[in-house]
């Protein structure tokens, strides 16, 4: 008995709190049916039987006491009628169901008079139970025979007649039905046009034997004639402000009484009649059951407001479980006219109460919010006075949906956080829940699992206890990342990883993938046999990562979101620090380099990178010039333009957003259209690596019309960036004007390039040599009249003197320097960039050759000659190009390069050639005009002219 009374229980308890716990447990049992026949199953398994019939006894228990006790002889019929609506409604969600008798002992204890009322007006309303049964009867055998003959006919091929005999045959038999059931020549001739035209829509098809053509019929025969008798019911009853709330409901009940009964039905009766037997009980129950909802839907009505809203709330409740997301409001609706002619306006707060139920949220939500909050208080201060309110997480979780229940339209204040510590304390209880959470229907649990996710993850990451576990986060089967966040982790064709690109307002599609792209960079320095270049990868990566933090607060994230991520960081660059550390005892100690004398500086590199803040500050104030005016940085080779380009968004506000263009890349210079996708392009890159995802693009959508394209993307990607303005920094531009010259691309480009310039919110830098716009010809000064020069120069003091002492920024350097000597190397190089790194690369490496931790004069003084031996690419460019545009102008050029070194008086100056050279190289700064006289601007290619020209004539 304790078990049946247990078992029973559950029952109730999983119908209001776990649908699909109630469903398997249906399925487990035998003599299995399908979910939504749960009407049938009733009578055909045995043990839910049992404790359904005990469960419904139990719930009417209360109504049967009361009209025992004081009610009348008709009183047993309401019993009755509750049982009936009670099992009916089962093919409905089981809560449904099971809230009926309660509804029923509201009206009943409050209206009995009103529910009496019902029953008499429907046995008023309603033909005669004999006279109803024999029309069903008859309608159904007709049914049967038409639906047999015609099936057989039309499997004899007499395909016409089968048609005929179906279309009679059907009409025939809801005449005689309607008429038997019924008496009224109305009602019957109206029905039976209705079911004429429908049936000869329905055979323009071959019919299947008991196939759909009697089912759809008998649908049709049910919604009417049960849907008739509902609101004629709900009319008398409900009166005439509820008559069209309690009829539509009613009517839906029937419908779906005629989908579940018939279907039941199919599965008992012999194939071959099992469809019309089927359909024909189906319409016999659908009018009883129509009948008996509109009865109890329109006694609701008679109800004071606060009782209403009671059994609106209660009708809420129930419907919760069915995961519809507009289920609610629709019933508020419905709740809402049902009183309204009762109540007036003020039926808003029966609508407000089944708003309450249907989101659970008294007393369920506020119950779960509160003991959150409490737990969320003690994990606050561990050293409660109350330690039972230190209550574990996991133990906690286990109390909460969706242990306690699978119903959460809203999601729980605190409750991502309490998932996040659960799955820290214990990972496969909050595996187990994330899982339960993700295949939830309802979305308060999709929305825990959003927030709780990057808290996990962020968790997870920061208590990684080496590199080795750091760099297996990149592997496709990681766990539990792989499980937590599959969507990082799926495969391309190729078997690797697919990229995933920002999702706005997405926070770990934000960082997620930068990190992955860490750790496989993190895989391949570690890969490397050379430990030397593993120490100088790790620095690299190490500089990555502290970029990418620094990048984090320009990519949308709340400062809620920057925190957790932090000691994700310090916790990586602790590792990275371990490790580097302990790769210098296999070093014996080496320097690794941190100088860089090839390429310009990359982002990444941004460390080497000094200086530029008064630049940087001339280039905004254009950005934010109203007129808009083009920007052109000129300045000689090797000055650093080209690395100011590519730090420019460690330079710029997060609202500017630089866009990289090289005009040395050939794919781009092909035609038009090469020039457009290769635009396109660059900015989707420089876009991601910034965190934003735009739209994607195929390079033959450019080749067939290109500024067509190219002005339908911009349309589409500019809206993306909300208030963050694009720069699109033209890298070599004078080589953009060469390839027009040689006829490789159209001067329209120009045209296309202004007219961006002046209709467009994206600024333009172009980046040249030395040249102003009126020097690259006349195409250039024509079609960009207002162009701001910015011109680079030199490092100051104070930038190059930090570069050669601490290189590595906010790292300490390894190399220190005797009196003096930084001061010297800064007079040698004048602070030129490149001269600067190459002079300390040079000591770098000589110091390592010499085991030595500091540079003294001498050491200097040994170490220049094979600086000017290192850099020949600079030095024979500026010898053989820099200092004349012609042969004869170099000749001369190099003449005065080689007196001015040996201070010699100049050469002749009266030549053309001279002249020119002359000019050319002040432009080029190489040399410069000190009061009357010249001299080379940096004492260190004055030296190189000295000692090393004569190798490179």
Same mark, same amino acid.
Request: hydrophobic share 50%; net charge neutral; aromatic share 10%.
């Given at each position: 008995?304790?078990?049946?009374?247990?078992?029973?229980?559950?029952?109730?308890?999983?119908?209001?709190?776990?649908?699909?716990?109630?469903?398997?447990?249906?399925?487990?049992?035998?003599?299995?049916?399908?979910?939504?026949?749960?009407?049938?199953?009733?009578?055909?398994?045995?043990?839910?039987?049992?404790?359904?019939?005990?469960?419904?006894?139990?719930?009417?228990?209360?109504?049967?006491?009361?009209?025992?006790?004081?009610?009348?002889?008709?009183?047993?019929? @309401?019993?009755?009628?509750?049982?009936?609506?009670?099992?009916?409604?089962?093919? $409905?969600?089981?809560?449904?169901?099971?809230?009926?008798?309660?509804?029923?002992?509201?009206?009943?204890?409050?209206?009995?008079?009103?529910?009496?009322?019902?029953?008499?007006?429907?046995?008023?309303?309603?033909?005669?139970?004999?006279? @109803?049964?024999?029309?069903?009867?008859?309608?159904?055998?007709?049914?049967?025979?038409?639906?047999?003959?015609?099936?057989? @006919?039309?499997?004899?091929?007499?395909?016409?007649?089968?048609?005929?005999?179906?279309?009679?045959?059907?009409?025939?038999?809801?005449?005689?039905?309607?008429?038997? #059931?019924?008496?009224?020549?109305?009602?019957?001739?109206?029905?039976?046009?209705?079911?004429?035209?429908?049936?000869?829509?329905?055979?323009?098809?071959?019919?299947?034997?008991?196939?759909?053509?009697?089912?759809?019929?008998?649908?049709?025969?049910?919604?009417?004639?049960?849907?008739?008798?509902?609101?004629?019911?709900?009319?008398?009853?409900?009166?005439?402000?509820?008559?069209?709330?309690?009829?539509?409901?009613?009517?839906?009940?029937?419908?779906?009484?005629?989908?579940?009964?018939?279907?039941?039905?199919?599965?008992?009766?012999?194939?071959?009649?099992?469809?019309?037997?089927?359909?024909?009980?189906?319409?016999?129950?659908?009018?009883?059951?129509?009948?008996?909802?509109?009865?109890?839907?329109?006694?609701?009505?008679?109800?004071?407001?606060?009782?209403?809203?009671?059994?609106?709330?209660? @009708?809420?409740?129930?419907?919760?479980?069915?995961?519809?997301?507009?289920?609610?409001?629709?019933?508020?609706?419905?709740?809402?006219?049902?009183?309204?002619?009762?109540?007036?306006? !003020?039926?808003?707060?029966?609508?407000?109460?089944?708003?309450?139920?249907?989101?659970?949220?008294?007393?369920?939500?506020?119950?779960?919010?509160?003991?959150?909050?409490?737990?969320?208080?003690?994990?606050? !201060?561990?050293?409660?006075?109350?330690?039972?309110?230190?209550?574990?997480?996991?133990?906690?979780?286990?109390?909460?949906?969706?242990?306690?229940?699978?119903?959460?339209?809203?999601?729980?204040?605190?409750?991502?956080?309490?998932?996040?510590?659960?799955?820290?304390?214990?990972?496969?209880?909050?595996?187990?829940?994330?899982?339960?959470?993700?295949?939830?229907?309802?979305?308060?649990?999709?929305?825990?699992?959003?927030?709780?996710?990057?808290?996990?993850?962020?968790?997870?990451?920061?208590?990684?206890?080496?590199?080795?576990?750091?760099?297996?986060?990149?592997?496709?089967?990681?766990?539990?990342?792989?499980?937590?966040?599959?969507?990082?982790?799926?495969?391309?064709?190729?078997?690797?990883?697919?990229?995933?690109?920002?999702?706005?307002?997405?926070?770990?599609?934000?960082?997620?993938?930068?990190?992955?792209?860490?750790?496989?960079?993190?895989?391949?320095?570690?890969?490397?046999?050379?430990?030397?270049?593993?120490?100088?990868?790790?620095?690299?990566?190490?500089?990555?990562?502290?970029? $990418?933090?620094?990048?984090?607060?320009?990519?949308?994230?709340?400062?809620?979101?920057?925190?957790?991520?932090?000691?994700?960081?310090?916790?990586? !660059?602790?590792?990275?620090?371990?490790?580097?550390?302990?790769?210098?005892?296999?070093?014996?100690?080496?320097?690794?380099?941190?100088?860089?004398?090839?390429?310009?500086?990359?982002?990444?590199?941004?460390?080497?990178?000094?200086?530029?803040?008064?630049?940087?500050n001339d280039l905004l104030r254009a950005i934010y010039d109203k007129s808009r005016p083009t920007v052109l940085l000129y300045g000689p080779r090797r000055f650093g333009k080209t690395s100011f380009l590519r730090n420019l968004p460690k330079l710029l506000p997060t609202e500017v957003l630089p866009i990289f263009f090289s005009m040395q890349e050939q794919a781009s210079l092909g035609s038009v259209g090469d020039f457009c996708y290769g635009l396109v392009r660059v900015i989707i890159r420089d876009a991601k690596i910034q965190g934003l995802r735009l739209p994607a693009t195929e390079r033959n959508d450019?080749?067939?019309?290109?500024? #067509?394209?190219?002005?339908?993307?911009?349309?589409?990607?500019?809206?993306?960036?909300?208030?963050?303005?694009?720069?699109?920094?033209?890298?070599?531009?004078?080589?953009?004007?060469?390839?027009?010259?040689?006829?490789?691309l159209e001067l329209s480009i120009f045209d296309q390039l202004r007219e961006l310039i002046q209709h467009s919110d994206m600024a333009f830098l172009f980046c040249g040599g030395v040249q102003h716009f009126s020097e690259l010809g006349p195409n250039w000064s024509s079609y960009f009249i207002s162009v701001r020069p910015l011109e680079?120069?030199?490092?100051?003091?104070?930038?190059?003197?930090?570069?050669?002492?601490?290189?590595?920024?906010?790292?300490?350097?390894?190399?220190?320097?005797?009196?003096?000597?930084?001061?010297?190397?800064?007079?040698?190089?004048?602070?030129?960039?490149?001269?600067?790194?190459?002079?300390?690369?040079?000591?770098?490496?000589?110091?390592?050759?010499?085991?030595?931790?500091?540079?003294?004069?001498?050491?200097?003084?040994?170490?220049?000659?094979?600086?000017?031996?290192?850099?020949?690419?600079?030095?024979?460019?500026?010898?053989?190009?820099?200092?004349?545009?012609?042969?004869?102008?170099?000749?001369?050029?190099?003449?005065?390069?080689?007196?001015?070194?040996?201070?010699?008086?100049?050469?002749?100056?009266?030549?053309?050639?001279?002249?020119?050279?002359?000019?050319?190289?002040?432009?080029?700064?190489?040399?410069?005009?000190?009061?009357?006289?010249?001299?080379?601007?940096?004492?260190?290619?004055?030296?190189?002219?000295?000692?090393?020209?004569?190798?490179?004539?």
């Amino acid at each position: 008995m304790k078990q049946l009374l247990r078992e029973t229980w559950q029952i109730w308890y999983w119908a209001y709190f776990h649908p699909s716990r109630l469903q398997a447990w249906m399925r487990e049992m035998p003599d299995e049916v399908e979910t939504r026949t749960r009407l049938i199953a009733v009578f055909r398994k045995p043990p839910f039987a049992t404790r359904f019939a005990l469960l419904a006894l139990l719930l009417l228990a209360p109504m049967i006491s009361m009209v025992a006790w004081q009610g009348q002889s008709l009183d047993w019929l @309401l019993v009755l009628t509750a049982l009936v609506c009670l099992y009916g409604l089962t093919l $409905f969600p089981l809560a449904i169901s099971l809230t009926t008798p309660w509804l029923f002992l509201l009206v009943y204890s409050l209206h009995p008079d009103a529910m009496r009322q019902a029953l008499v007006v429907t046995g008023e309303i309603l033909p005669p139970w004999p006279q @109803l049964v024999l029309g069903i009867g008859v309608y159904t055998l007709g049914l049967v025979a038409t639906s047999q003959l015609g099936t057989w @006919l039309w499997e004899q091929e007499r395909v016409w007649l089968g048609r005929l005999t179906l279309v009679v045959g059907l009409t025939c038999s809801v005449v005689l039905g309607a008429w038997l #059931a019924t008496s009224n020549w109305e009602f019957t001739i109206l029905w039976a046009l209705f079911i004429s035209i429908l049936s000869i829509w329905a055979v323009r098809d071959e019919p299947r034997r008991g196939g759909l053509q009697a089912y759809g019929v008998a649908f049709l025969v049910a919604f009417l004639v049960a849907g008739s008798v509902a609101f004629l019911v709900a009319g008398s009853v409900a009166g005439h402000g509820a008559v069209v709330v309690a009829g539509s409901v009613a009517v839906i009940v029937a419908v779906v009484v005629v989908l579940g009964v018939a279907s039941s039905m199919a599965g008992v009766v012999a194939v071959g009649v099992a469809r019309s037997v089927a359909v024909g009980v189906a319409v016999g129950v659908a009018v009883g059951v129509a009948g008996v909802v509109a009865v109890g839907v329109g006694a609701l009505s008679s109800l004071a407001l606060p009782w209403l809203a009671l059994a609106g709330w209660l @009708l809420g409740t129930a419907l919760a479980v069915w995961p519809w997301r507009w289920a609610g409001v629709v019933l508020s609706i419905l709740i809402f006219a049902l009183g309204f002619d009762a109540h007036g306006l !003020n039926a808003a707060w029966v609508a407000v109460g089944a708003l309450l139920g249907h989101s659970r949220l008294l007393p369920f939500y506020l119950g779960q919010a509160l003991l959150i909050g409490l737990a969320g208080q003690a994990q606050a !201060n561990q050293r409660s006075r109350w330690p039972r309110l230190n209550i574990d997480p996991v133990a906690l979780l286990r109390r909460l949906p969706p242990y306690s229940s699978e119903l959460l339209w809203l999601p729980l204040p605190r409750h991502d956080r309490l998932l996040s510590a659960a799955f820290a304390s214990e990972q496969s209880v909050g595996m187990q829940a994330i899982d339960l959470m993700r295949t939830s229907p309802y979305p308060g649990f999709r929305r825990t699992v959003e927030r709780a996710l990057p808290q996990i993850v962020a968790a997870y990451l920061a208590k990684l206890p080496d590199l080795n576990q750091l760099q297996s986060i990149s592997e496709l089967r990681h766990a539990p990342l792989s499980m937590l966040i599959p969507v990082f982790y799926q495969a391309s064709e190729d078997g690797q990883r697919q990229p995933v690109l920002a999702q706005p307002n997405d926070e770990l599609s934000t960082v997620f993938p930068r990190l992955l792209d860490l750790a496989d960079n993190l895989q391949i320095v570690r890969d490397n046999p050379n430990l030397a270049l593993v120490e100088q990868g790790l620095g690299t990566i190490r500089r990555d990562l502290e970029s $990418f933090q620094g990048q984090l607060p320009g990519l949308g994230l709340r400062r809620e979101q920057l925190d957790r991520w932090q000691a994700m960081f310090t916790q990586w !660059n602790m590792l990275l620090v371990e490790e580097a550390r302990e790769q210098r005892k296999f070093t014996q100690g080496e320097i690794a380099n941190p100088f860089f004398t090839g390429n310009p500086l990359q982002l990444n590199q941004h460390a080497l990178f000094r200086g530029r803040r008064e630049l940087s500050n001339d280039l905004l104030r254009a950005i934010y010039d109203k007129s808009r005016p083009t920007v052109l940085l000129y300045g000689p080779r090797r000055f650093g333009k080209t690395s100011f380009l590519r730090n420019l968004p460690k330079l710029l506000p997060t609202e500017v957003l630089p866009i990289f263009f090289s005009m040395q890349e050939q794919a781009s210079l092909g035609s038009v259209g090469d020039f457009c996708y290769g635009l396109v392009r660059v900015i989707i890159r420089d876009a991601k690596i910034q965190g934003l995802r735009l739209p994607a693009t195929e390079r033959n959508d450019f080749l067939r019309n290109p500024y #067509a394209a190219l002005q339908d993307w911009l349309d589409a990607a500019l809206p993306r960036l909300d208030s963050r303005r694009l720069l699109i920094c033209l890298d070599e531009v004078e080589k953009l004007g060469a390839t027009i010259a040689a006829g490789k691309l159209e001067l329209s480009i120009f045209d296309q390039l202004r007219e961006l310039i002046q209709h467009s919110d994206m600024a333009f830098l172009f980046c040249g040599g030395v040249q102003h716009f009126s020097e690259l010809g006349p195409n250039w000064s024509s079609y960009f009249i207002s162009v701001r020069p910015l011109e680079i120069g030199y490092l100051s003091a104070a930038e190059a003197h930090s570069l050669l002492t601490e290189p590595r920024r906010g790292e300490p350097f390894e190399l220190s320097y005797a009196e003096g000597v930084v001061e010297q190397i800064i007079a040698l190089t004048r602070c030129q960039p490149y001269l600067v790194q190459l002079v300390g690369e040079t000591l770098v490496n000589e110091a390592n050759r010499r085991k030595v931790r500091h540079v003294s004069p001498t050491m200097l003084e040994a170490t220049l000659p094979l600086a000017l031996r290192n850099g020949p690419p600079y030095f024979d460019n500026l010898w053989r190009e820099q200092v004349g545009n012609t042969a004869a102008e170099v000749a001369a050029g190099q003449a005065i390069l080689r007196a001015l070194a040996d201070g010699q008086p100049l050469p002749t100056r009266d030549t053309s050639a001279a002249q020119a050279a002359l000019r050319r190289m002040q432009r080029y700064r190489i040399i410069e005009l000190v009061g009357t006289s010249y001299q080379i601007e940096v004492p260190l290619v004055a030296r190189w002219v000295r000692e090393c020209s004569e190798l490179a004539t």
